[in-house]
């Protein structure tokens, strides 16, 4: 079975500092991963995935991430925070397959200081 | 055009009581997910229907909970006999056909059980 494990609940960081958002997954076929951001007050919306092709993603406001099967990690990186970024983080994985349901990680809620 | 669109936005009601939630998807997505968002935790799937396949329902936690797609458009997620646990935050999203990983959500229906 697969699943995600985002491994802080929270991030604080300081502006114009880099933003490491850590994602793990397990996952019995290649799987696809993605991460989702909720801004405050607004809709979930998608800021990057990953679909087998280039391990590593680029997505929208500058983030984005590694694939590393040898680590079944997909961590969220931004070189330099912005008070813009303050929002929940989700993980998520889908195996290849039949199977369309999205597996959510529980969040990460970056904080970003002035 | 228009996003996935919700109502109400809020909903307050008493134990007991039957509740019906609505999701307007983007015209033309065949997909459609319903998912629940408890504080505190991520998003946990409930319900996907898929243009006239039968639905996947296995996310739904228990009988009190159905939901129906009319015309492979507007779908109505009811909850029977509420219970305080399914207080939280019920969201809605579509996707297009063949592109099930990129999902657009709603704003979500905020469900409180007093």
């Known amino acids: 079975a697969q699943s995600v494990t985002q491994l802080d609940s929270h991030v604080s960081v300081s502006e114009g500092t880099p933003v490491l958002l850590r994602c793990n997954y397990s996952s019995s076929y290649s799987p696809s991963l993605f991460w989702y951001v909720q801004h405050p007050n607004k809709g979930l919306q998608l800021l990057l995935k990953y679909t087998s092709a280039a391990t590593l993603v680029k997505g929208i406001n500058g983030f984005e991430a590694e694939f590393k099967k040898s680590e079944t990690s997909f961590h969220l990186t931004k070189p330099s925070a912005h008070m813009s970024d303050a929002a929940e983080y989700f993980c998520v994985v889908r195996n290849a397959g039949n199977n369309r349901k999205l597996i959510w990680g529980l969040g990460t809620s970056l904080a970003v200081n002035p | ?114």
């Open chain 2, 1 to 114: 055009g228009a996003g996935v669109s919700q109502s109400p936005s809020n909903k307050v009601t008493e134990k007991g009581k039957d509740v019906e939630l609505r999701c307007d998807p983007i015209s033309g997505h065949t997909a459609l997910y319903w998912y629940r968002q408890s504080l505190g935790q991520g998003l946990e799937f409930l319900i996907y229907f898929q243009g006239n396949s039968a639905p996947d329902k296995s996310g739904l936690p228990s009988d009190r909970f159905s939901a129906e797609r009319t015309g492979g458009s507007v779908s109505t997620l009811t909850i029977q006999r509420t219970q305080q646990e399914d207080s939280a935050v019920y969201l809605c999203a579509s996707s297009r056909r063949g592109s099930t990983d990129t999902q657009y959500f709603g704003p979500g229906t905020r469900l409180t059980v007093l």
